[in-house]
């Protein structure tokens, strides 16, 4: 393998990286939104506390 390739390498793979970065903060996006769109919005949200013994 000869210098030339192995900087082609480097760089495909920094630009593979950058791109999975990208990629997870737009699905953490699209998640964001999902659980915020109207079709979960009509589901109730029931919220029970109860005290923990020993704690």
Known sequence: ??????QADAELLQ???TNI???NQEIEHWERQEL???AYEQNPV??????A???
């Not at 393998?1 to 192995?6: D, H, Q, R, T, V």
């Not at 029931?46 to 005290?51: A, D, E, G």
């Open 36 to 38: 915020l769109s109207p």
């Open 15 to 17: 630009e593979a990286q």
């Open 1 to 6: 393998m000869g210098l030339l390739e192995f």
């Open 21 to 23: 970065i990208h990629l």
């Open 46 to 51: 029931y919220l029970t506390s109860n005290p």
């Open 53 to 55: 013994a020993g704690v």
